[in-house]
């Protein structure tokens, strides 16, 4: 009993840092997205950043329509349920933005 009772609390410590890491990559990430968007350029560098928007825009529209799904029908049946908050979800942006400029940067060069 005392093993198992280890072992969740390992993964509540886990959990806890992760939630941290993510927190601490979002803002990160967060500040680059903004210093990408507000930076003025020619027209590759506009071409990349709609792009970018383009692409975090339709990956987040993806992942709002799977939580909608999973809440509709699995939360009514379940007491567990996923909470998306705000700072969740602007952290989430600002790594998929940040992915997504990385990749078309190399994909189409700057």
Known sequence: MGSNLAGAQTWQIVAVYAAYAFLVLGAVCLIFMLAAVFRQGDERRSYILTKTCTHTFLIYTAVVF???M????FQKYHNFSMESTPVASLGLIAILFTGSLFLNKR????
């Open 66 to 68: 799977v939580m909608g």
């Open 70 to 73: 999973y809440a509709l029908f």
């Open 107 to 110: 994909k189409y060069g700057n």
